[in-house]
């Protein structure tokens, strides 16, 4: 019975250091992501409508967050409390059923955060 692991086999055919700390990459640094809080003021956010593939019923979209998912969906909560309509969160973008751009662009600054309607 061969008792050769199967990691030095394919060490061994495509050439591989045979310690395992040298063979691991290097880790990639992460891209910082700030608390949603702290974005405040500091990038500027995009709020636009959208009306394609959603059943001819409009969206509002607010991109631009750099914040992780968790800090995102408290921030779209308090906006939708506030605004008294649905949507959700993720992926840096915040979706709010219907046609809210002007009051999402109110409501976004008094957050303080800078926000454009494009």
């Given at each position: ?28 640094p992460q ?80 957050m303080g ?6």
């Amino acid at each position: 019975m061969n008792t050769t692991d199967w990691k030095e086999a394919l060490g061994k055919a495509f050439n591989l250091p045979d310690n395992e700390e040298q063979a691991t990459p290097e880790e990639e640094p992460q891209p910082d992501r700030e608390d949603a809080v702290q974005q405040q003021g500091k990038t500027r956010l995009d709020i636009v409508l959208e009306r394609k593939g959603r059943g001819g019923k409009q969206a509002t979209i607010v991109t631009g967050f750099t914040c992780d998912d968790e800090a995102l969906k408290q921030e779209a909560s308090q906006l939708k409390r506030t605004l008294g309509v649905g949507g959700s969160a993720r992926g840096g973008e915040i979706l709010i059923q219907g046609d809210f751009r002007q009051r999402v662009l109110d409501v976004l600054t008094s957050m303080g955060f800078k926000a454009r309607i494009i």
